[in-house]
């Protein structure tokens, strides 16, 4: 029983780490792949459920896959805003640029820490990137003021958004596995 246990928490722990592998590459190379539309979240929250059902986790394990429930929602919102953005970001800005680098390195950092296991480590440079984004996205908000033309603001902060928001999401995501993997409330 208990390697069924550990080979289904095993199962979930690689799915999610795909999940993130396969977001990350569409956001690097700005590109949406067969690989980023057959991420089923809904499916993967099925397998949450039916992985509480079957064997009862407690403690630690019990806060893990309680996490991974709380998260896929918020994978959900770094999958559309990344979406969003292959779709629409065909023009040059410098703040917009950034912004890109810096939901890139979040997805980064976040997947490596999973990865290695080091979401303790990790999870104060994600903060890091989530204050940075926030900080793009008032000094965009600041520049566009000086701009007249309305179709180019919405355009701007629509893709500024997304963007900012991946950074936002990933934050979450690591506060949910470092609660999961601690127990200590952020």
């Not at 950092?109 to 990137?129: F, H, N, V």
Request: glycine share 2%.
């Amino acid at each position: 029983m208990l390697k069924n246990f550990e080979e289904g928490l095993n199962n979930l722990n690689q799915k999610f780490l795909r999940y993130i592998d396969i977001i990350e590459e569409a956001l690097r190379k700005k590109e949406i792949t067969e690989d980023f539309y057959l991420i089923d979240l809904k499916e993967f929250d099925n397998e949450v459920i039916k992985f509480l059902a079957l064997f009862h986790p407690q403690g630690e394990f019990l806060r893990e896959i309680v996490a991974y429930l709380k998260i896929s929602s918020f994978v959900a919102k770094i999958k559309k805003s990344t979406k969003a953005f292959t779709k629409k970001y065909d023009f040059k800005n410098d703040k917009i640029e950034a912004l890109y680098q810096n939901a890139l390195a979040t997805i980064k950092t976040l997947k490596l820490a999973i990865k290695g296991d080091t979401i303790e480590d990790a999870y104060s440079t994600i903060i890091s990137y989530e204050k940075i984004a926030d900080e793009l996205y008032k000094e965009l908000l600041m520049e566009l003021k000086q701009t007249d033309n309305i179709d180019e603001i919405l355009r701007v902060l629509n893709i500024a958004k997304k963007l900012e928001r991946i950074s936002d999401s990933a934050k979450t995501i690591a506060s949910y596995l470092l609660f999961a993997k601690e127990g200590i409330e952020l």
